[in-house]
């Protein structure tokens, strides 16, 4: 049970789904997601650490970049089986489309020198 609960606290907040919709298209680091939410590093930060821990996203380190992307879910039945339809829940909304469509246009060498 608490490995359910853990998955399901961690797609409880609007940012968190938000990550798990970007980063279904691409890698993306700290600031890319920053520039996208449009909320503090730290508050990525700690978005991407409940993630983690619920098994949704990894992280791989090249050079100096953090590149964090979805898992495939093998860490948690639970997660697996949300990530799978959250391939799916929400393409239509508003709100997501927007979000997706401005992703071309946040680039790192951009965003990450400010």
């Not at 089986?81 to 469509?101: A, M, Y």
Request: proline share 3%; glycine share 4%; hydrophobic share 40%.
């Amino acid at each position: 049970m608490k490995e359910f609960i853990k998955v399901m606290k961690a797609l409880s907040d609007p940012n968190r789904v938000r990550i798990v919709k970007m980063l279904q298209h691409r890698l993306m680091c700290v600031c890319e997601l920053q520039e996208a939410l449009q909320i503090s590093q730290s508050s990525v930060s700690k978005h991407l650490k409940i993630l983690e821990e619920a098994g949704i996203v990894d992280f791989r380190k090249d050079g100096l970049w953090v590149n964090y992307y979805l898992t495939d879910g093998r860490q948690s039945p639970y997660a697996s089986s949300l990530l799978g339809n959250l391939r799916h829940w929400l393409e239509d909304e508003n709100e997501v489309t927007d979000l997706i469509k401005r992703l071309p246009y946040i680039r790192r060498d951009e965003v990450c020198k400010k």
